[in-house]
């Protein structure tokens, strides 16, 4: 992966769970990992609801909140871009 405004990285990890089409679950781990990086879990599920798709994103567990908020902005960042992407559609 490559941050906008960043150099790119490598992550590793492993399916723990899929379940077409309600739940994804799998590890995440950087291949350089930063001293307060531990291996975390990523679960993701998803739910019809007619036109749309409820999704409920969790990972963790996390050694200190500044990582913890790292992740969160990657992932905020992730899920904004697939929202945007998804409303071209419409």
Partial sequence: MQPPDGDPFHLAGEFREVE?????AFTFSYEDPDPDDAETL???SFRGLGESTEVVFAQGPFKTE????????GWGDSFDKLERHLAGRA
């Fill in 20 to 24: 077409p089409p309600a739940r994804l």
């Fill in 42 to 44: 990523v679960t993701l």
């Fill in 66 to 73: 500044a990582r913890r908020a790292l992740h969160r902005q």
